[in-house]
């Protein structure tokens, strides 16, 4: 089965940085693209930002020059560098992947999602 998780969240002051990681683990064939969504307290989920498994970038309008997306295809971990952090920002963080993987079934192109980590960007 595949599962995502995510770590790195946390409280910061505004102005400052944190960096999000999420690796997904299962016997995964490809990564099309992994992403990151955000939830603030009563607003939808918005995507962040994605990157697809040849390192195509795009991001929220919000966080451009801000936010910046990696991938490891190799160690099958995505990551998010988060800079000049606003208190707008703060929300749960998910972490989200399109793979092809095994399932119980076979093989299969599905969606994934993590639990979420917090970010919290308060003084």
């Known amino acids: 089965q595949v599962q995502l998780v995510e770590s790195g969240g946390g409280l910061v002051r505004p102005g400052g940085s944190l960096r999000l990681s999420c690796a997904a683990s299962?016997?995964?064939?490809?990564?099309?693209?992994m992403g990151w969504y955000r939830q603030a307290p009563g607003k939808q989920r918005e995507l962040v930002a994605d990157?697809?498994?040849?390192?195509?970038?795009n991001y929220a309008d919000s966080v451009k020059g801000r936010f910046t997306i990696s991938i490891d295809n190799a160690k099958k971990m995505v990551y998010l560098q988060m800079n000049s952090l606003k208190p707008e920002d703060t929300a749960v963080y998910y972490c989200?992947?399109?793979?092809?993987?095994?399932?119980?079934?076979?093989?299969?192109?599905?969606?994934?999602w993590g639990q979420g980590t917090q970010v919290t960007v308060s003084s």
């Open positions: 989200n992947a399109d793979l092809t993987a095994a399932v119980t079934l076979g093989i299969s192109r599905e969606y994934y």
């Open positions: 299962g016997t995964i064939f490809s990564i099309n693209a």
């Open positions: 990157i697809t498994g040849g390192d195509t970038t």
